[in-house]
């Protein structure tokens, strides 16, 4: 039987999003990528290390884009490793070729030896070792990332372990290709079993990715975790990106630490993992958890009646737009003691789609601040990589100050260990939580 490859919209961590929105619909049709149009090969090149790729600017970040490159052998493959030179003719790294993609170098290896498919099964070794021995992420949670792209070597390949599962995002022709080796590696690596493997369909036209040719596997839908203590079901049929959040792991629990006793609002609440911590870890007095995605509300409840051995968990789940919920508790004159934004991606795209992402970003800060009374604690949260952490501090302090509203900034976290990121891809540091409490 052949393995099931999940569809998703695509939107980085990041999920469909749950808000009234009226742009072209995300999942669109993608217009197809031109081939790369290729130089005349260097003076000197035909002493290079074949297939390779010349590069016309230097360049440390992963994603190379078309205006970036010079020259290209002729017998450089589509999905195959590439040798890469800078614009004086030395050796500059290695990566993942395909002359069809948007970003047809994605650079796997900056230094002076030439990469091989050995060095790309090492990086797959360290990516585990990191998390499992160096991190013992296991002595608290059967779900956390194994592999982060790029910022393990390995871009184009997202994998998270829930349990005896690992899920994985592919986005690359490269990785698609050596998937029959790298999961029964990464299998014995982890100790799992079973896989599910995602790919976007735009990301599958745009890179010649053929999902009907998906490596063999047993078809999951769904697998139980437990992450501090707390129990979710992870459900791949209805879940978005690989399933279940655990970028938010090491946040949750310290929100749980702060709400003994206090209301909480919790908007955009996926499967309930903030709700859910606050309730049964922290001792909150009441819960309000509103998402727009009607089955992420059906996901939270049943999170909610996993962890209810000792009586149910008595948290109101919203079926709601977020905007629309806060904006009737502003008229309501309703006040939290704690007030939780977990929006999906605002940012897609540069200049216009993120000035539009801003705005959606200061409109629901500025109302979930109106929600929150004088001393009580704001925590919001934005998973688009486009925006800096100073970027996003900014829009949170404006909106602030537009309402006459002042915050004592706690602090700005991000994901756990097992989410690095690079620090020539700054992209890559697409969580930020900002911690405050209004103290006026």
């Not at 090149?45 to 440390?60: G, I, M």
Request: overall charge positive; aromatic content about 10%.
């Amino acid at each position: 039987m052949m393995g099931r490859v999940r569809d998703f919209q695509q939107n980085n961590r990041d999920r469909k999003p749950r808000y009234s929105d009226k742009r072209k619909p995300m999942n669109a049709a993608v217009p197809r990528v031109r081939a790369f149009k290729t130089a005349e090969a260097p003076e000197g090149s035909e002493n290079w290390v074949r297939p390779w790729v010349q590069l016309k600017y230097f360049t440390y970040n992963p994603a190379v884009f078309p205006r970036m490159l010079g020259a290209v052998s002729p017998d450089a493959e589509a999905g195959g490793l590439i040798n890469v030179y800078d614009k004086n003719g030395d050796l500059f790294g290695g990566g993942f070729w395909n002359p069809q993609s948007r970003t047809p170098l994605r650079m796997l290896y900056h230094g002076p030896e030439v990469l091989r498919e050995r060095d790309l099964e090492e990086s797959l070794r360290r990516a585990v070792s990191w998390r499992r021995q160096d991190c013992a992420l296991e002595s608290t949670t059967s779900a956390y990332r194994v592999i982060h792209g790029d910022s393990d070597g390995l871009g184009g390949l997202i994998v998270d372990r829930y349990n005896d599962v690992l899920s994985l995002e592919v986005s690359c022709l490269g990785v698609w290709k050596r998937l029959d080796r790298w999961i029964p590696l990464l299998h014995e690596l982890c100790g799992t079993s079973r896989h599910v493997i995602t790919v976007d369909d735009a990301i599958a036209r745009m890179e010649g990715i053929d999902k009907s040719a998906a490596p063999e596997g047993e078809p999951v839908y769904r697998v139980k975790i437990v992450e501090n203590g707390v129990n979710f079901e992870v459900d791949f049929a209805q879940g978005h990106k690989t399933g279940f959040f655990c970028d938010q792991r090491d946040n949750r629990l310290k929100l749980s630490r702060l709400v003994k006793d206090k209301s909480m609002l919790d908007l955009c609440c996926y499967s309930g993992g903030f709700s859910i911590y606050a309730k049964l870890l922290g001792g909150a007095k009441e819960v309000t958890a509103v998402d727009l995605d009607e089955k992420a509300i059906a996901m939270a409840k049943r999170n909610a009646n996993i962890n209810a051995q000792n009586g149910p968990l008595r948290i109101d789940f919203v079926h709601a737009d977020a905007f629309v919920y806060a904006r009737q508790m502003v008229r309501n004159g309703k006040l939290f003691d704690v007030v939780l934004l977990d929006p999906p991606k605002f940012v897609l795209g540069r200049d216009e789609e993120k000035e539009e992402g801003l705005k959606k970003y200061n409109d629901l800060n500025m109302l979930g601040l109106q929600c929150v009374r004088k001393g009580g604690l704001f925590v919001t949260c934005s998973c688009s990589g486009l925006v800096s952490p100073s970027e996003f501090e900014k829009t949170v302090i404006k909106a602030a100050q537009r309402l006459g509203r002042r915050l004592q900034i706690l602090e700005m976290s991000g994901p756990g260990w097992d989410h690095p990121f690079l620090s020539t891809y700054p992209e890559g540091r697409y969580l930020k939580v900002l911690w405050a409490r209004v103290i006026a």
